[in-house]
Every structure is written in structure tokens, then in C-alpha cells.
């Protein structure tokens, strides 16, 4: 099918770290019906690998019970990504830059700093039940 049409993929995960390994297998199933490309298709699994590792380790706080399902929708030459978990959301306004010299040698904190370089837009918002990261890329470019 090609990218111009309408195409819905959907994966549930666990909340623990071993399971970020299925994004990949997953986007690679993906990529091979769309054909996305290398940019396209790396730009989505790096951007699609953080949103969901934000999900299993602050989200969900590592709960094997809770999970982070992932959503992606292809539509007239856009692909929309949603990743959610059970967790209280974050506030993506107010995150440190990390950029700023005080946090370059941090472990974390770059992760929606590298969604938002990545994707065409990123959105975080409240859900019942949980929270959501809604992210697109323009197929078309």
C-alpha cells in the first residue's frame, strides 16, 4: 500500500524495559508495507522508541501491570503516531533544556527533545486512564 492511502497498526506492551525491543520488530513490519525510507523510517524509530520508553519507566513507573499501547495511523501521506500509558502525563512546557551546559552530562532528559527534533509535531496530552504522546510526520517531504 503506499503512503497516500489509510492504514492503521496497533501494539500493546508490557511496562518493562525488555519490551522496547518489539517497537523495532514492529516499525519493521510497518516500514515494509509503507516503504517509508531510511530517513523517514530511523527518524520514527528513534522518536517512537523514546515516546514509549518514556511511558514504561515514567509513565507507568516500570509496572509489568500497566501497559503502553501504540497507535499508528497512515493517512493521506501523513503518519500519526500515539503512544499511550496509564501514567499522570508530564508537563513537556516546563522540562529542562537539555542543551543548557548545567544538564549535557545527564543520563536522561533528552528524550522529548529528540521527538520534537525528529517529528513534524508533538503533542502531549491527558487521557482517561492515563496519558498520551500524539506525534506526526509528513510522508510526503
Known amino acids: 500500500m503506499s503512503k497516500q492511502g ?6 500493546v506492551l508490557g511496562s518493562i524495559p525488555k ?6 520488530e514492529f516499525l519493521e513490519k ?8 531510511e530517513s523517514h523510517y530511523n527518524k520514527l524509530l528513534v522518536a517512537t522508541t523514546e515516546a514509549v520508553n ?4 515514567h509513565g507507568n513507573k516500570r509496572n509489568p501491570l500497566k501497559k503502553v499501547t501504540l497507535t499508528f495511523e497512515v493517512n493521506n501521506g501523513f503518519l500519526t503516531v500515539h503512544v499511550q500509558d496509564e501514567g499522570a502525563g ?21 528524550g ?5 527534533s525528529l517529528m ?8 482517561p486512564g492515563g496519558a498520551e ?9
Open 133 to 141: 504522546v500524539v506525534m506526526k510526520m509528513d510522508l510526503k517531504e
Open 30 to 37: 510497518i516500514n515494509e508495507r509503507l516503504g517509508l525510507g
Open 90 to 110: 508530564v508537563d513537556a512546557k516546563n522540562l529542562p533544556n537539555p542543551l543548557a551546559e548545567e544538564n549535557l552530562m545527564r543520563e536522561n532528559g533528552r
Open 19 to 24: 519490551e522496547i525491543v518489539r517497537v523495532e
Open 112 to 116: 522529548v527533545f529528540l521527538m520534537r
Open 6 to 11: 489509510k492504514m492503521k497498526f496497533r501494539l
Open 120 to 127: 513534524d509535531s508533538v503533542e502531549f496530552d491527558r487521557i
Open 54 to 57: 518514556n511511558g514504561i519507566i
